[in-house]
């Protein structure tokens, strides 16, 4: 399945998705250091950005948000992409100086955990997991 968006911050990353129905705060809501986020009550509590797409909302939270995505990067920790349904300034600044390909005006409702995702400046392109995929053959038999 093919999205398209509007580029945030331009570029080409491609790996699995992590997604959250709720807006993110990075600062005081993921560890710079590991990655894992670290919000209490939030869905993706104990679960880590490192080297995934993280595909959320919105963000929301303090305007140090955008340097704890710059430390993610500088700590090789960092998301390889963000998508999001409305890109707010927190994440669009944190994106740019982290160089974290950062897309918006996508239907997230869309994008799974564990789908793979490829992005591409403003295109986006879904896959399945390989597991769900088989089972859906099988059921089509």
Do not use: W
């Not at 995934?52 to 920790?77: A, E, I, W």
């Not at 005006?105 to 799974?112: F, L, Q």
Request: charged residues 20%; aromatic residues 6%.
């Amino acid at each position: 399945m093919m999205l398209r968006g509007r580029i945030i911050y331009n570029g080409r990353a491609e790996g699995t998705a992590l997604v959250s129905s709720s807006p993110m705060s990075f600062y005081g809501g993921i560890n710079p250091d590991t990655g894992e986020v670290i919000e209490r009550g939030h869905e993706l509590k104990g679960q880590s950005v490192k080297d995934k797409v993280l595909v959320f909302p919105y963000g929301k939270g303090s305007t140090v948000g955008s340097y704890v995505l710059f430390r993610l990067r500088k700590n090789g920790v960092a998301p390889c992409a963000i998508l999001n349904a409305k890109c707010e300034t927190i994440v669009a600044v944190g994106a740019i100086i982290s160089e974290t390909p950062c897309v918006d005006m996508i239907d997230i409702s869309r994008i799974r955990s564990g789908f793979m995702v490829s992005v591409n400046g403003a295109r986006v392109r879904l896959s399945e997991p390989a597991a769900r995929h088989r089972q859906t053959i099988r059921a089509a038999v």
